[in-house]
């Protein structure tokens, strides 16, 4: 398996990401969360893991840059909006696509990354190839954006975390393209029940794997 630490430049400056991928790989999954959880956190870990498992690479991306993700941590304030976080995301999928142009990708985007997903998975249709979005705000991304998406979408929250699954639902009937909303029982927010978190990693490599990211 290879694994090494990448840049991807944009106009406020490169974000980092680390990019696996296994012996045998069928596909590319790019991870990224909103403002909120870098590349390092158990959550994109656990996902990653059961995906290199079912043979699909990975990109874990953190969407701010060091000194932004210092300014956040030090106020406790996020100020880097939907649109950027977008953009940033946008600019990993044409680096990772650039790469890996023999490889179909797809995008897990938790938190507000939930929104920037859909939103560049609507900028890049047939590039991208599928979305999930775990316990996240895809509402966020906007009407326009969430009609324009053509790729399959598996959105996942808990089953306990009444708000956001009260958005997701919306959000899964404004999507015009193949979407599902899969319920965790007894979840929380993060996922942080006993077992949630595995129910989620086995899931989203199950959804990759089926909507064509290792049979492509």
């Not at 939103?119 to 009407?143: F, N, Q, S, Y």
């Not at 324009?148 to 009260?166: F, I, K, M, W």
Request: hydrophobic fraction near 45%.
């Amino acid at each position: 398996m290879l694994s090494e630490t990448i840049t991807v430049p944009n106009g406020e400056g490169a974000i980092i990401g680390e990019l696996t991928v296994p012996d045998t790989v069928f596909g590319v999954a790019i991870l990224a969360h909103g403002s909120d959880s870098p590349r390092h956190s158990p959550r994109d870990r656990a996902v990653a893991c059961a995906l290199h498992d079912a043979a699909l690479g990975t990109l874990l991306i953190d969407l701010l840059t060091a000194d932004e993700e210092a300014a956040d941590w030090a106020t406790g304030q996020h100020h880097c909006g939907i649109d950027l976080l977008t953009h940033r995301l946008i600019a990993s999928v044409d680096w990772l696509a650039a790469r890996a142009t023999d490889l179909p990708l797809g995008l897990f985007g938790a938190s507000t990354g939930a929104a920037a997903a859909l939103g560049a998975a609507a900028a890049r249709p047939g590039i991208v190839e599928t979305v999930i979005c775990p316990d996240g705000r895809p509402d966020l991304a906007g009407d326009d954006v969430i009609g324009r998406v053509s790729a399959p979408v598996l959105l996942l929250a808990g089953g306990r975390d009444t708000e956001v699954l009260r958005l997701n639902r919306e959000t899964a009937n404004r999507l015009r393209t193949l979407s599902r909303l899969r319920v965790i029982p007894g979840a929380t927010y993060l996922f942080e029940e006993p077992g949630a978190l595995d129910e989620v990693a086995a899931v989203s490599a199950r959804w990759f794997a089926g909507m064509g990211l290792s049979h492509s």
